[in-house]
């Protein structure tokens, strides 16, 4: 059975075995739900067996308590497997195999238990959209987003340091303002040079899934401070503050050089900004007050 999800005009299938299999999308992923395409940017496919990989890993991300684990190895036939789990320090639930460019993948689930299924089939989905779209003018983002007079303003920050709390504060002392996605968020640069921001179906432990998008307004890097202020970055600054915050493989050429060029584009359209800032309502009027005008 196959099933198609369109993300920010992106469509993907993921074929599983049968009606009756329950991976626990509902809801999370039901706004974003469309007619099977033609040309998928990827399918991904449950299945029984996903082989072994046969090499040392080239990347190891254990980001620590509470965050997923990632192993990921590079095969000899230029495929790519990768081994997960929802923390760290148990055992993997899953491994996806994906061929060169991420349009075909194959998962084979280990753990038992909706919870389990949701969590291997929900991260791969998200890997296989980051990794397939990268060249397509497309970035997977690491950021809140709140909506406010028509522009999308993306706050970008490692976990845990503060974007997801500057939202709440615009959600309650910014009059206007609406979550869009308050974890991963897709910016996308159309063919005119519109620099886009949609929601999307993987939004971290907010359940905020919104098949809408709108024009970027500016991108903020929150940093914490005793003292509120605001001052915009210098193209440089800006280049690596939206690289940290860009999910994609760079030792891949054809990513790296199709992450390079997206990124190239939307700092000459957007601004970017960093916010060194306490956590109260000053914070947020300081960076209203700048983005906005």
């Known amino acids: 059975m196959t099933r198609a999800f369109k993300v920010a005009d992106h469509i993907f299938h993921l074929e599983v075995p049968g009606a009756g299999y329950d991976i626990g999308l509902e809801g ?26 046969t090499l040392p890993p080239v990347l190891d991300q254990d980001m620590g308590k509470g965050e997923t684990r990632l192993v990921l190895y590079k095969e000899p036939d230029g495929c790519c497997t990768v ?19 991420f349009r075909q993948g194959w998962l084979q689930i280990y753990a038992r238990g909706r919870g389990s299924r949701h969590f291997a089939v929900s991260n791969s989905l998200m890997l296989m ?49 609406e979550l869009l996605n308050d974890d991963n968020p897709v910016v996308r640069v159309l063919p005119d040079g519109t620099v886009m921001v949609y929601g999307s179906p993987w939004s971290g432990k907010t359940p905020c899934y919104k098949a809408a998008c709108m024009p ?14 605001i001052t915009r970055l210098g193209v440089i600054e800006s280049y690596a503050t939206l690289t940290s915050s860009t999910s ?15 990124l190239e584009k939307v700092i000459r359209e957007v601004p970017c900004y960093v916010l060194d800032c306490r956590p109260d309502e000053e914070a947020a009027r300081v960076c209203a007050a700048e983005v906005m005008k």
């Open 129 to 177: 959209y980051a990794f397939s779209t990268a060249a397509l003018g497309t970035l997977e983002m690491h950021a809140s987003v709140i909506a406010n007079g028509g522009k999308a303003y993306l706050f970008l920050a490692p976990s845990g340091t503060g974007k997801s709390t500057h939202s709440s504060l615009w959600l309650k002392h910014i009059p206007g303002s």
């Open 216 to 229: 970027a307004g500016a991108f903020v890097r929150i940093r914490r401070s005793p003292v509120n202020g």
């Open 28 to 53: 999370q992923y039901e706004p974003f739900e469309t007619e099977p395409s033609s040309d998928p940017v990827f399918t991904l496919a449950i299945t029984d067996q996903v082989p072994a990989p």
């Open 83 to 101: 081994d997960m789990a929802p923390d760290t320090g148990i055992p993997f639930t899953a491994r996806l195999r994906a061929t060169p460019g």
């Open 248 to 262: 994609g493989l760079r030792d891949d050429i054809r990513q790296a050089d199709g992450l390079h060029s997206t």
